[in-house]
Antibody, heavy 123, light 108 residues
Framework: QVQLQESGPGLVKPSQTLSLTCTVS??????????WSWIRQPAGKGPEWIGR??????????NYNPSLKSRVTISVDTSKNQFSLKLNSVTAADTAIYYC????????????WGQGTLVTVSS | EIVMTQSPATLSVSPGEGVTVSCRAS??????LAWYQQKPGQAPRLLIS???TRATGIPARFSGSGSGTEFTLTISSLQSEDFAVYYC??????????FGGGTRVEIK
């Protein structure tokens, strides 16, 4: 089955860019059966969907949460079976556990998640 | 944006008892509703999709119902491993995909 693993810095300074990578194993990120998402969860709160990407052009590559769209970029590296998140101009409000997750093409619920990585925004 | 509201925020239940968690959508999401279970230090785990279809490996004591704006997750007889936080998520109208704020099921 598909497994996902997040990696990246655990501490980011305010106004800088948060960068995370999700490595996929047990399946090909190039499959046109899946979309690959980033989700975050501040402490004690519900998850917040950040955005998603499909490596297949025909599907329309990316969708973003409108509340974050101006600061977010999600990209994919099929040669490494990875996808990445960049969130710029971060503030303390961006402190959260960040998860990568996978959903089907037609049904956007998340059947596999990474273990999550805590990112703290602080000087 | 569709807002998902869960109630109650916390349920205190004894093992063996049944429990019902509610989720309300600010507008109809048809049956495009998923439920997740999250334990401390872990990622959410998919329990139910399509409002009532259990995911692979999910015990039959978990059931979901509802459509439109009102949904429920029922656990028929709580086991020790079921004490966790439960979230609903709509995937009918998006972006954005949206989650509820969660219901904590704790030991009474």
């Amino acid at each position: 089955q598909v497994q996902l693993q997040e990696s990246g810095p655990g501490l980011v300074k305010p106004s800088q860019t948060l960068s995370l990578t999700c490595t996929v194993s047990g399946g090909s990120i190039s499959s046109d059966s899946y979309y690959w998402s980033w989700i975050r969860q501040p402490a004690g709160k519900g998850p917040e969907w950040i955005g998603r990407i499909s490596p297949t052009e025909i599907r329309g590559r990316t969708n973003y949460n409108p509340s974050l769209k101006s600061r977010v970029t999600i990209s994919v590296d099929t040669s490494k079976n990875q996808f990445s998140l960049k969130l710029n101009s971060v503030t303390a409000a961006d402190t959260a556990i960040y998860y990568c997750a996978v959903s089907g093409v037609w049904t956007a619920f998340f059947h596999h998640w990474g273990q999550g990585t805590l990112v703290t925004v602080s000087s | 944006e569709i807002v998902m509201t869960q109630s109650p925020a916390t349920l205190s239940v004894s093992p063996g008892e049944g429990v019902t968690v509610s989720c309300r959508a600010s507008e109809s999401v048809s049956s495009n509703l998923a439920w997740y279970q999250q334990k401390p230090g872990q990622a959410p785990r998919l329990l139910i999709s399509g409002a009532s279809t259990r995911a692979t490996g999910i015990p039959a004591r978990f059931s979901g119902s509802g459509s439109g704006t009102e949904f429920t997750l029922t656990i028929s007889s709580l086991q020790s491993e079921d004490f966790a936080v439960y979230y609903c998520q709509q995937y009918n109208v998006w972006p954005p995909l949206t989650f509820g704020g969660g219901t904590r099921v704790e030991i009474k």
